[in-house]
């Protein structure tokens, strides 16, 4: 079992950076993709960037030139750098963890970004 810990959400505004970090504990199995999805009030989870062990990365096209994600391994801990924030960024963005079986999600760390 996996228990992810989310940090790092808040105000800031348009123009500005956040840093989202994701630590996971428990039975962390590699090969491993970890995340990040945003999700609205009556919208579906939509991935916003995701990296697997090895550093491969996928970026939503919005995050594409804006977002930076990393991962620190022997700490399985994952980053969103988030920088040129844009009003239409705000959402709260869960932590997903996959590597057998469903994925595992953080609570949620609200961004609000404000123009």
């Known amino acids: 079992q996996v228990q992810l810990a989310e940090s790092g959400g808040g105000l800031v505004q348009a123009g500005g950076s956040l840093r989202l970090s994701c630590a996971a504990s428990?039975?962390?199995?590699?090969?491993?993709?970890m995340g990040w999805y945003r999700q609205a009030p009556g919208n579906r989870r939509d991935v916003v960037a995701r990296?697997?062990?090895?550093?491969?990365?996928v970026y939503a096209d919005s995050a594409k030139g804006r977002f930076t994600i990393s991962r620190d391994g022997a700490k399985n801990t994952v980053y969103l750098q988030m920088d040129s924030l844009k009003p239409e960024d705000t959402d709260v963005y869960y932590c997903?963890?996959?590597?057998?079986?469903?994925?595992?999600w953080g609570q949620g760390t609200r961004v609000t970004v404000s123009s």
């Open positions: 997903a963890y996959n590597a057998r079986g469903p994925f595992t």
């Open positions: 428990g039975t962390i199995f590699s090969p491993n993709v």
């Open positions: 990296i697997t062990t090895d550093g491969s990365t």
